[in-house]
């Protein structure tokens, strides 16, 4: 493949999958094609902003019009899709944002591959004989679009859809979209859901960067209702890895759940976050637990969530690399020696934002 776009490159996530399929794929041009709204930053991607197969296009993919200028520009033999509206929270609050971006931009991507590219009319079910493939729509998703797990259990990769909030609800419909042209069209795609990442250039809103941004300031440490909440957590280099491989060797009309086999309740991963601040900034034993702040529960907050990666590790021999302690501790160091990031993306529209949502 010549072209490849990875939209909403300059995020948390698209910013390391563009990093690694710039670094494996040298005779490949990457394009990263990203609005740049809050949450993008080519900070993120200093390092790799000038080699010669990376380059970056402004676009928004609620406009058709910038998309296309895009397309005829470099004509794409594929693209990976991370381009989202992406926190919970301002979903509740701003639906619509999450319904254009998610939904009707992800339909304005699949209208210009559906035109741009010849389609297979040779396929079941969006099921491609491999050596045809010459497109790929990859879609990345979410484990929330399966909605909330009781105490036990498992989502595998054909668990019903259930969303529970508006952001998991417009990626459900996102996912949903990509098949349909699979189905319909003969539209060559992959889509993978993955579970919660952490790791460096995460936006402070979230969970563990707010975390440790606010343990580093004393501020307090909101945690949603009891503290009991369960996610599974995933480094986002072993995300990213695992998109670069699903991208290289899985089969068109493929789903893959994408995990860490690593679930912690809420209260625990932040007493394991003080445990390793503490120690590394100097301060006695358990200082900084006194900052944890109980703060009112989220409307419709699913209870748990937990992936089972195994058809990932048993299709393509993947798995994480590193533990979750070694994975924070990574994050951590991160976060304590690019203060300035930290301080950066915590100006401006981040502080109207902060003080409304926690105040
Ligand atoms: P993010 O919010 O950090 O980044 C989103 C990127 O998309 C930003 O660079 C932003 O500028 C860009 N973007 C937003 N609206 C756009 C638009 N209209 N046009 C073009 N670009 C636009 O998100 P993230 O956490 O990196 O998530 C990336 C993808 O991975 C999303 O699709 C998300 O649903 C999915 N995902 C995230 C997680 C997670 O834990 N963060 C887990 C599983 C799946």
Request: proline share 5%.
């Amino acid at each position: 493949m010549k072209n490849i776009i990875i939209t909403g490159g300059a995020g948390f996530i698209g910013s390391h999958v563009v990093r690694e399929f710039v670094k494996n794929n040298p005779d490949t041009t990457i394009i990263n094609l990203d609005a740049l709204t809050y949450a993008g930053n080519l900070e993120n991607l200093k390092d790799i902003e000038n080699e010669p197969n990376y380059v970056f296009e402004k676009a928004d993919i609620t406009k058709p019009e910038e998309l296309r200028k895009v397309f005829e520009k470099y004509n794409p033999d594929a693209v990976v899709h991370l381009a989202a509206e992406s926190h919970v929270d301002r979903s509740i609050t701003d639906p619509m944002a999450f319904i254009n971006t998610n939904v009707n931009g992800t339909a304005n991507l699949l209208n210009l591959c559906k035109e741009f590219w010849t389609l297979n009319p040779d396929h079941t079910h969006g099921r491609f004989p491999d050596e045809k493939r010459k497109n790929l729509f990859y879609h990345i998703s979410t484990d929330e679009v399966y909605g909330s797990l009781g105490e036990t259990g498992f989502f595998l990769e054909t668990t019903s859809y259930d969303p529970q909030s508006p952001y998991s609800a417009s990626k459900a419909a996102s996912d949903h979209l990509v098949r349909a042209y699979g189905n319909t069209y003969g539209m060559p795609f992959i889509v993978s859901n993955c579970s919660n990442n952490y790791g460096p250039n995460h936006f402070p809103e979230k969970l563990i960067p707010l975390c440790i941004s606010n343990i580093i300031n004393e501020k307090p440490l909101p945690i949603y209702g009891d503290g009991k909440y369960t996610r599974d957590w995933l480094f986002v280099i072993d995300h990213a890895k695992a998109i670069h491989q699903i991208f290289k060797e899985a089969k068109t009309g493929e789903t893959y759940n994408i995990g860490g086999f690593n679930e912690w309740q809420n209260i625990d991963l932040v007493k394991e976050l003080i445990k390793q601040m503490d120690a590394k900034l100097e301060r006695p034993e358990g200082y900084s637990e006194k900052l944890i702040s109980f703060v009112k529960d989220r409307p419709g907050h699913d209870k748990r969530y937990a992936i089972d990666a195994t058809k990932l590790n048993k299709d393509l021999g993947w798995k994480p690399s590193v533990t979750f302690e070694e994975g924070l501790a990574k994050t951590i160091d991160w976060y304590l020696e690019n203060k300035e990031w930290l301080e950066n993306v915590t100006s401006g529209n981040y502080q109207d934002y902060y003080s409304k949502q926690y105040s």
